[in-house]
């Protein structure tokens, strides 16, 4: 079975710009989580998508968001980039997202703000 | 608190070594318990999830759990050098759809 693949691997733009991620959950798998790794503040939750519905939104501002297609891809935007958005955003997918479902990783996309 | 604590290390083993790996955690409403290990530059890929209080051996690795406590524990047996990676710890509660993180471990072993 194909795992979590996330386009694109990596990504540089300036600061003001806004950026798109994609990502393609494992098959079978409808729950889609995004992620936020830094080195200063870890892994850090952004959003959870089921069914097109967001679940579950993580503490980061409004310039954050992401929507789920009906074939569970899911995609995530940020708007006005700033420095601080260079990190690694990992997306998860996972059959359900409930109880001990466990959570599966995409390679990630390394994303640089100048 | 943190809500999910771990050393950062390095801890630093000899090959063939046991490494013992600790995480403790704030949330009593945590209910799975899995340990992701992360290569530099790579994404986190699951090694092993517990859910009851004791032990779970997988091969090399055994998680341990203490509800009690709140404390979650990985042992990597005949430690390899291909095991130097960073260990997360992420909590989850069953109601919950995300995983909270550690801050990880970084593990060394030494050939």
């Known amino acids: 079975k194909a795992g979590v693949t996330q386009t694109p691997r990596y990504l540089i733009k300036t600061r003001g710009q806004q950026v798109t991620l994609s990502c393609s959950p494992i098959?079978?798998?409808?729950?889609v989580s995004w992620y936020q790794q830094t080195p200063g503040q870890g892994l850090q939750f952004l959003f959870e998508?089921?069914?097109?519905?967001?679940?579950n939104k993580g503490n980061f501002p409004g310039r954050f968001s992401g929507r789920q297609f009906s074939n569970s891809r899911s995609e995530m935007n940020v708007s006005t980039l700033e420095l601080g958005d260079s990190a690694l955003y990992l997306c998860?997918?996972?059959?359900?997202?409930?109880?001990?479902?466990?959570?599966?990783f995409g390679p990630g996309t390394r994303l640089t703000v100048l | 608190q943190k809500e999910v604590e771990q050393n950062s290390g390095p801890l630093s083993v000899p090959e063939g070594a046991i490494a013992s790996l600790n995480c403790t955690y704030s949330?009593?409403?945590?209910?799975?318990f899995f340990w992701y290990r992360q290569y530099s530059g790579k994404s986190p890929e699951l090694i092993m999830s517990i859910y009851s209080n004791g032990d779970k051996e997988d091969g090399r690795f055994t998680a341990q759990l203490n509800k009690a406590s709140q404390y979650v524990s990985l042992l990597i047996r005949d430690s390899q050098p291909s095991d130097s990676a960073t260990y997360l710890c992420a909590p989850k509660r069953d109601s919950s759809y995300k995983l909270i993180f550690g801050s990880g471990t970084r593990l060394l072993v030494r050939p």
């Open positions: 949330d009593r409403g945590s209910q799975s």
């Open positions: 098959s079978g798998h409808r729950s």
């Open positions: 998508y089921f069914s097109e519905t967001q679940r």
């Open positions: 998860a997918s996972s059959l359900d997202g409930i109880g001990t479902d466990t959570q599966y």
